[in-house]
């Protein structure tokens, strides 16, 4: 620590002008109003009371230091530091007048999570992404039991399909308020306590009754889930260098995207067999799940950086009783309404002041509806064009794990590699690449599966079709969580959170008129209709990639990056 106290009871750790360090806060704030030390001490629970009877606290702009709050007058300051000076007091300097001691991570620190070892972050990300592919195979295992469903609880199709739509649901409005949160108070509780509850509800839905119930536990199945899609990417932005991030990023939406597929796989056999049906698909999800909830307790480590230094701040002020001691992401925490309005506002903020997010999230969120409606709709077209029992259609979901294997490797052989080269000359825009080819790759690819929905033409074709929507599928959710993790940094889980917002949205309504869109329009129309949409959404990646820098050069958030490493 750079102080002249050799004992201090916290090594390796940096008391640093507050300009200089590395953890950003959000842009809206006002740091006129920084919290006093004894605000910074209180709970959740003490700042939700205090709110409730109507009390405010002191700003630390209003108040005294509280070291020295006992000095006569004549010692104090008539007005606050200005947001710019320097807040260190370094006793050889001599300044007479500290009203913060701000600590950061000395460069190399094993604490900060930015320097885990290689080992570690991939034990992290390893986690997490199976996370990401448990929760997207509970989306899409879960449709292949609706016959045995609606003959068990005596409902409807559409009523099944309802509580395929609701898990989408939970996905989408959660993240508003976990995904900010955990930048504010951890990842790691979050994802423990995720797991739990997903672990709990397919278990629920594995014992329901009735369709309500059912639909009810499908819900907070998938606001439990959400945490697998949209912290993620966050956690890769936390402990992985920009430069870093490729591979990490793959291997998560390879798990995003292909699990969908996979899931289906295995659900629609165990659907044939009739001493099974769809109970035993869930029975087969909480096994998995009760096993993995054990390696998520054992492997994940808190990987935000800002919270780590919180809790160091808090014991140095306990140990030494020098309250002057504080983390700069401390400074948003000055009353729960400050509070809450700026973490669970924030995926709202960005996601309509952001044209980045803003246009990235319309066209994912799309594309994501379109993959519903293929989860949907795989089963009836092969059924009735090409005659496929149940356990035959799980099969053809085997295109989507192929489609994302084509994605990674595009990723992996090109897309990486031209990033390294041009990245220079780029910069963030140097992910687009590839997003470039998929916006092609999108349209082409509904238009072959809709040209291709005859009884008289192979199934392959369709199966084709599948399998290069996959592949742009792939591209467009990889190049979403790697730019916007590259351009929002530490706020990369709420950018995500936005567009997770519109994505699952998508996912919610689609499922809803598919069957009867298909049945009006028929399987060739229905599709030409999406194919065309895409058409209409195909220039926002060239757009991006032409003048995302002078986009990005106009917004509080993007222009405050890089995050470290970059």
């Keep these: 620590?750079?102080?002249?106290?050799?004992?201090?009871?916290?090594?390796?750790?940096?008391?640093?002008?507050?300009?200089?360090?590395?953890?950003?806060?959000?842009?809206?704030?006002?740091?006129?109003?920084r919290p006093s030390a004894q605000a910074l001490e209180e709970g959740i629970a003490q700042h939700s009371a205090r709110t409730l009877r109507g009390e405010h606290p002191a700003s630390q702009g209003r108040c005294e230091d509280e070291n020295e709050g006992k000095q006569e007058k004549s010692d104090e300051r008539s007005t606050p530091p200005s947001a710019d000076i320097?807040?260190?007091?370094?006793?050889?300097?001599?300044?007479?007048?500290?009203?913060?001691?701000?600590?950061?991570?000395?460069?190399?620190?094993?604490?900060?999570?930015?320097?885990?070892?290689?080992?570690?972050?991939?034990?992290?990300?390893?986690?997490?992404?199976?996370?990401?592919?448990?929760?997207?195979?509970?989306?899409?295992?879960?449709?292949?039991?609706?016959?045995?469903?609606?003959?068990?609880?005596?409902?409807?199709?559409?009523?099944?399909?309802?509580?395929?739509?609701?898990?989408?649901?939970?996905?989408?409005?959660?993240?508003?308020?976990?995904?900010?949160?955990?930048?504010?108070?951890?990842?790691?509780?979050?994802?423990?306590?995720?797991?739990?509850?997903?672990?709990?509800?397919?278990?629920?839905?594995?014992?329901?009754?009735?369709?309500?119930?059912?639909?009810?536990?499908?819900?907070i199945c998938g606001a439990a889930g959400s945490t697998g899609s949209t912290m993620v990417g966050g956690t890769i932005a936390d402990i992985w260098a920009p430069h870093e991030r490729?591979?990490?990023?793959?291997?998560?939406?390879?798990?995003?995207?292909?699990?969908?597929?996979?899931?289906?796989?295995?659900?629609?056999?165990?659907?044939?067999?009739?001493?099974?049906?769809?109970?035993?698909?869930?029975?087969?999800?909480?096994?998995?799940?009760?096993?993995?909830?054990?390696?998520?307790?054992?492997?994940?480590?808190?990987?935000?950086?800002?919270?780590?230094?919180?809790?160091?701040?808090?014991?140095?002020?306990?140990?030494?009783?020098?309250?002057?001691?504080?983390?700069?992401?401390?400074?948003e925490r000055g009353s729960l309404r400050s509070l809450i309005l700026l973490s669970c506002t924030r995926p709202i903020y960005l996601l309509f002041t952001e044209p980045v997010v803003?246009?990235?999230?319309?066209?994912?969120?799309?594309?994501?509806?379109?993959?519903?409606?293929?989860?949907e709709s795989i089963s009836p077209a092969f059924q009735e064009l090409h005659n496929f029992n149940i356990g035959e259609v799980g099969t053809v979901f085997v295109t989507m794990l192929i489609g994302s294997i084509f994605g990674y490797m595009s990723n992996q052989f090109y897309q990486e590699r031209i990033y390294k080269k041009r990245v220079g000359v780029k910069g963030k825009e140097a992910r687009l690449y590839s997003a470039c080819f998929a916006g092609i790759l999108f349209p082409a690819s509904m238009f072959l599966y809709a040209w291709t929905s005859y009884a008289n033409v192979h199934w392959i074709g369709m199966a084709?079709?599948?399998?290069?929507f996959m592949w742009s599928m792939y591209i467009i959710y990889l190049t979403v969580f790697t730019y916007l993790a590259d351009c929002y940094g530490p706020f990369a889980s709420s950018a995500l959170a936005g567009q997770s917002l519109c994505r699952n949205i998508a996912g919610t309504a689609f499922p809803l008129f598919t069957r009867q869109m298909y049945n009006s329009l028929t399987f060739k129309w229905a599709s030409t209709i999406f194919a065309f949409i895409a058409v209409l959404m195909m220039p926002i990646p060239f757009v991006l990639f032409r003048w995302g820098p002078q986009i990005r050069a106009r917004s509080k958030f993007a222009k405050a990056m890089p995050a470290f490493g970059s």
Excluded at 138 to 165: E, I, K, P, R, W
Excluded at 464 to 468: E, K, S, Y
């Design 358 to 375: 803003a246009s990235f999230s319309l066209w994912v969120g799309f594309a994501w509806g379109v993959l519903y409606v293929l989860v």
């Design 464 to 468: 084709i079709g599948i399998t290069l």
């Design 1 to 33: 620590m750079a102080t002249s106290d050799d004992k201090t009871p916290f090594e390796h750790l940096a008391v640093l002008d507050v300009n200089s360090a590395q953890e950003y806060i959000d842009p809206r704030l006002n740091l006129q109003s």
């Design 246 to 331: 490729g591979v990490p990023m793959a291997v998560f939406s390879i798990a995003a995207i292909s699990a969908t597929g996979v899931g289906p796989v295995f659900s629609g056999w165990i659907e044939m067999n009739a001493n099974l049906g769809w109970r035993w698909i869930q029975w087969v999800s909480v096994i998995i799940d009760g096993a993995f909830f054990i390696v998520m307790v054992i492997t994940m480590k808190e990987t935000r950086s800002s919270v780590l230094l919180t809790r160091l701040a808090r014991r140095l002020r306990e140990e030494s009783g020098d309250l002057r001691y504080r983390a700069r992401i401390e400074d």
């Design 86 to 219: 320097l807040y260190v007091r370094v006793v050889s300097i001599g300044l007479d007048r500290v009203w913060f001691l701000m600590i950061d991570w000395e460069k190399g620190d094993a604490r900060n999570p930015a320097n885990f070892s290689r080992g570690r972050k991939w034990a992290i990300t390893i986690a997490a992404s199976v996370f990401t592919c448990l929760s997207a195979a509970g989306a899409s295992t879960y449709a292949m039991g609706y016959t045995s469903m609606t003959h068990d609880l005596n409902c409807t199709v559409f009523q099944a399909t309802v509580g395929f739509s609701t898990y989408a649901l939970g996905f989408a409005i959660t993240p508003l308020v976990t995904a900010p949160f955990s930048e504010e108070f951890g990842r790691q509780p979050l994802y423990v306590a995720s797991i739990l509850i997903f672990l709990l509800m397919q278990l629920g839905i594995a014992l329901a009754k009735n369709i309500q119930s059912v639909i009810i536990f499908r819900f």
